[in-house]
């Protein structure tokens, strides 16, 4: 079973930054493709990012291309989300979630953590 425990949110300024951490814990974490998402409370789970399998590759939303950055260590079983220039909007509970598939559908993701709380203030 993957389990996978997130880290790292907390409160900011808007324009500051934060770093979220996943890590996975079960089958072999290179072989899983990885993703952020993020809700907030009456809204539909909302797609932020994912990578592939070697971290050569990554796709963002359009509402944080060029502020947010996904990355991953396969040495530590680790996946990240850099988030700088943080907005109000961002504020929302973020979940890491891996898949056998790269793609940006919550559908396509199998395992999710508890989530984090991200909360951004003006």
């Known amino acids: 079973q993957v389990q996978l425990v997130e880290s790292g949110g907390g409160s900011a300024q808007a324009g500051g930054s934060l770093r979220l951490s996943c890590a996975f814990s079960?089958?072999?974490?290179?072989?899983?493709?990885m993703a952020w998402f993020r809700q907030v409370p009456g809204k539909e789970r909302e797609f932020v990012a994912r990578?592939?399998?070697?971290?050569?590759?990554?796709y963002y939303a359009d509402s944080v291309k060029g502020r947010f950055t996904i990355s991953r260590d396969n040495a530590k079983n680790t996946v990240y989300l850099q988030m700088n220039s943080l907005k109000p909007e961002d504020t929302a509970s973020y979940y890491c979630a891996a898949g056998p598939y790269r793609r940006i559908g919550s559908a396509d993701y199998t395992s999710w953590g508890q989530g984090t709380q991200v909360t951004v203030s003006s």
């Open positions: 990578i592939s399998l070697s971290g050569s590759s990554t």
């Open positions: 079960g089958r072999a974490f290179s072989t899983s493709f």
